[in-house]
């Protein structure tokens, strides 16, 4: 059997050049600006992707088209890379990102395959350094070596591979589905106070008599802030930080690999409630760990509120995201330092209903 001879990016492609100088405008006119904060998540999502204003002939230079490779040269996401799709619309790339167009004698899928993998992520960090801003120019991300076999056998691996990419794209979809019906039961029985059976119940100020007040810290069985982690892009540990946290969910394309050892209470755990704490613009996300994390901790900016055993993990998750919208305007100090303390958390109010109706809540959640 023939082997596959050896390639490098730069040899299959047909033009990589940088991208656009521009700013996002807060209109939806011009074109769609896609940032690198826009191809960090598993697929882009082109409704929260901004516009910017942009001359035709600076468009044409700069626009994307099916199949081009974008690829981020710079910050905590270096090496992050999405395929641009069938569907996208009039877009052009911001200029922290490099965008690389493939020959035509290539399968465009199964390299976009390849450089969308953890493989070039890896490779691209080594080349890019550890510092606090890594980079890594065009030359760099282009020097990435593989294996190209025959064109026929490209497009089949690719035509596998894209078969799983498909059924995964459609579970993410229903699980978003399942999660807001989950938040709208949520809104139904403990916002609007509209639970199975409520015309029968005797209310105090609005709330029935048999629900208890108290703090979110007496349901609490650790309430702490993350550490300073040690970077290792080789360590198995993982490090969340806060850009990991965004609308409501936990993504992990942010996070960063750590060594440092930590006492098993500081370990993430199924069910913890993860809540930004320093500084503006973030401050106050929240998100619940709701799958199963191994050897993962939070760092300093981030803290960890764990509810005791006993206490219903899904109305404790979203009690607290419902807090969100006010955890953003609780934090104090100056600007830039605002600090969201723990103590502020575990001090916040909440009003916990009757047992039957907690075990109900958390069957139709779960």
Same mark, same amino acid.
Not at 245 to 250: A, S, T, Y
């Given at each position: 059997?023939?082997?596959?001879?050896?390639?490098?990016?730069?040899?299959?492609?047909?033009?990589?050049?940088?991208?656009?100088?521009?700013?996002?405008?807060?209109?939806?006119?011009?074109?769609?600006?896609?940032?690198?904060?826009?191809?960090?998540?598993?697929?882009?999502?082109?409704?929260?992707?901004?516009?910017?204003?942009?001359?035709?002939?600076?468009?044409? %230079?700069?626009?994307?088209?099916?199949?081009?490779?974008?690829?981020?040269?710079?910050?905590?996401?270096?090496?992050?890379?999405?395929?641009?799709?069938?569907? !996208?619309?009039?877009?052009?790339?911001?200029?922290?990102?490099?965008?690389?167009?493939?020959?035509?004698?290539?399968?465009?899928?199964?390299?976009?395959?390849?450089?969308?993998?953890?493989?070039?992520?890896?490779?691209?960090?080594?080349?890019?350094?550890?510092?606090? !801003?890594?980079?890594?120019?065009?030359?760099?991300?282009?020097?990435?070596?593989?294996?190209?076999?025959?064109?026929?056998? !490209?497009?089949?691996?690719?035509?596998?591979?894209?078969?799983?990419?498909?059924?995964?794209?459609?579970?993410?979809?229903?699980?978003?589905?399942?999660?807001?019906?989950?938040?709208?039961?949520?809104?139904?029985?403990?916002?609007?106070?509209?639970?199975?059976?409520?015309?029968?119940?005797?209310?105090?100020?609005?709330?029935?008599?048999?629900?208890?007040?108290? %703090?979110?810290?007496?349901?609490?069985?650790?309430?702490?802030?993350?550490?300073?982690?040690?970077?290792?892009?080789?360590?198995?540990?993982?490090?969340?930080?806060?850009?990991?946290?965004?609308?409501?969910?936990?993504?992990?394309?942010?996070?960063?690999?750590?060594?440092?050892?930590?006492?098993?209470?500081?370990?993430?755990?199924?069910?913890?409630?993860?809540?930004?704490?320093?500084?503006?613009?973030?401050?106050?996300?929240?998100?619940?760990?709701?799958?199963?994390?191994?050897?993962?901790?939070?760092?300093?900016?981030?803290?960890?509120?764990?509810?005791?055993?006993?206490?219903?993990?899904?109305?404790?998750?979203?009690?607290?995201?419902?807090?969100?919208?006010?955890?953003?305007?609780?934090?104090?100090?100056?600007?830039?330092?605002?600090?969201?303390?723990?103590?502020?958390?575990?001090?916040?109010?909440?009003?916990?209903?009757?047992?039957?109706?907690?075990?109900?809540?958390?069957?139709?959640?779960?």
């Amino acid at each position: 059997m023939k082997a596959w001879p050896e390639t490098t990016l730069k040899k299959v492609a047909k033009k990589i050049d940088y991208g656009y100088t521009a700013s996002a405008t807060e209109t939806n006119t011009g074109v769609k600006f896609l940032r690198i904060t826009d191809i960090a998540p598993r697929t882009i999502d082109w409704s929260a992707v901004p516009y910017c204003e942009i001359s035709e002939g600076d468009f044409e %230079k700069s626009k994307l088209s099916y199949g081009d490779i974008v690829i981020a040269r710079t910050g905590a996401t270096v090496g992050y890379a999405k395929q641009i799709g069938k569907n !996208q619309l009039r877009a052009v790339f911001a200029s922290y990102l490099v965008r690389v167009k493939l020959k035509d004698d290539v399968s465009s899928k199964f390299v976009g395959l390849l450089v969308e993998s953890s493989n070039f992520k890896n490779y691209i960090s080594t080349i890019a350094g550890g510092s606090a !801003q890594p980079n890594a120019n065009a030359k760099d991300l282009s020097s990435y070596p593989f294996y190209l076999p025959p064109k026929p056998a !490209q497009e089949k691996i690719a035509a596998i591979l894209s078969a799983y990419d498909d059924l995964i794209e459609n579970n993410q979809r229903r699980i978003a589905l399942l999660e807001k019906m989950a938040e709208e039961i949520y809104r139904e029985w403990f916002v609007r106070m509209r639970f199975p059976g409520h015309e029968q119940v005797e209310k105090v100020k609005g709330v029935p008599e048999d629900w208890q007040r108290t %703090k979110v810290v007496a349901l609490t069985s650790y309430l702490k802030r993350g550490v300073a982690p040690q970077y290792d892009e080789l360590a198995e540990g993982v490090a969340i930080n806060q850009k990991c946290i965004r609308d409501g969910k936990l993504d992990l394309s942010f996070a960063r690999h750590q060594s440092r050892d930590v006492s098993p209470d500081r370990q993430i755990r199924f069910g913890d409630v993860l809540v930004n704490s320093t500084g503006e613009g973030t401050l106050g996300r929240v998100a619940q760990v709701l799958f199963p994390l191994a050897n993962s901790i939070v760092d300093s900016h981030v803290t960890i509120v764990r509810p005791k055993s006993g206490v219903p993990i899904h109305f404790f998750g979203m009690t607290l995201k419902a807090w969100e919208v006010h955890f953003c305007n609780m934090g104090r100090g100056a600007t830039n330092q605002t600090e969201l303390a723990p103590s502020v958390i575990g001090g916040v109010d909440v009003i916990m209903p009757s047992k039957h109706l907690q075990d109900a809540f958390e069957a139709q959640a779960e």
